[in-house]
Nanobody
Framework: QVPLVESGGGLVQAGDSLRLSCAAP????????ISWYRQAPGKDREFVAS???????????YYADSVKGRFTISRDNAQNLVYLQMNSLKPEDTAVYYC???????WGQGTQVTVSS
């Protein structure tokens, strides 16, 4: 299985925004629920957000309490992409961010997000 590809990370200041993208080269991801996870240095990987497979116009979304109200997960089937819009970033959001199809274990390289105070 070819893992999904994450992009869009970078170095920003607290309060800034970033939008991460999750792509599936050569594969249609619309049949899959997709989740974002993150792993900070010295910590376990943790769940961030999830979006249901595209069965309707507004697929169900779910968020970790730590990002609720600041992050938004969405999908664009025309572009075959899943996004994670991150607003009001905090230093504790610093981590490597990964996207993955729910129920699978083919982790990609992730994209680094660093938030300075």
């Amino acid at each position: 299985q070819v893992p999904l590809v994450e992009s869009g990370g970078g170095l920003v200041q607290a309060g800034d925004s970033l939008r991460l993208s999750c792509a599936a080269p050569g594969r249609d991801i619309s049949p899959f629920a997709i989740s974002w996870y993150r792993q900070a240095p010295g910590k376990d990987r943790e769940f961030v957000a999830s979006i249901a497979r595209n069965v309707r116009t507004n697929p169900y979304t779910y968020y970790a309490d730590s990002v609720k109200g600041r992050f938004t997960i969405s999908r664009d089937n025309a572009q075959n992409l899943v996004y994670l819009q991150m607003n009001s970033l905090k230093p504790e959001d610093t981590a490597v961010y990964y996207c993955i199809r729910n129920g699978y274990n083919d982790w990609g390289q992730g994209t680094q997000v660093t938030v300075s105070s």
